[in-house]
Nanobody
Framework: VQLVESGGGSVEAGGSLRLSCVIKDYTHTDYTMGWIRQAQGREFEGVAAVETRGERTVYADSVKGRFTISKDDAANTVYLEMNSLKPEDTAMYYC?????????????????????RGQGTQVTVS
């Protein structure tokens, strides 16, 4: 399984960015896709996740109302729309995937438990 992120960059506070993640060579029927981040010197933090069954989405309290996760099944792509960015959103953002069902809330709180993770894309907010 390969996860390829794009869309990171530098932006001023209050600005917006859209991250994309293409998932390749994934053969499982169900999955939970998510975005996790790691600021310098800090632990991984779950940002948002979406399940294939029921299309349920979950968000960390720190991004709720500002970030939106979505997916395009035909394109095997998941997105993270980030608005009203704050300096504390600065981090390396990783796309993550897991084949377990109905695990979005648990994976959001235990982000290192995602089975697969991409290489990451840097987001810097000044």
């Amino acid at each position: 399984v390969q996860l390829v992120e794009s869309g990171g960059g530098s932006v001023e506070a209050g600005g917006s960015l859209r991250l994309s993640c293409v998932i390749k060579d994934y053969t499982h029927t169900d999955y939970t896709m998510g975005w996790i981040r790691q600021a310098q010197g800090r632990e991984f933090e779950g940002v948002a996740a979406v399940e294939t069954r029921g299309e349920r989405t979950v968000y960390a309290d720190s991004v709720k109302g500002r970030f939106t996760i979505s997916k395009d099944d035909a394109a095997n792509t998941v997105y993270l729309e980030m608005n009203s960015l704050k300096p504390e959103d600065t981090a390396m953002y990783y796309c993550a995937a897991d084949s377990r069902r109905a695990m979005a809330w648990w994976l959001l709180r235990n982000p290192i438990q995602f089975t697969w993770r991409g290489q990451g894309t840097q987001v810097t907010v000044s």
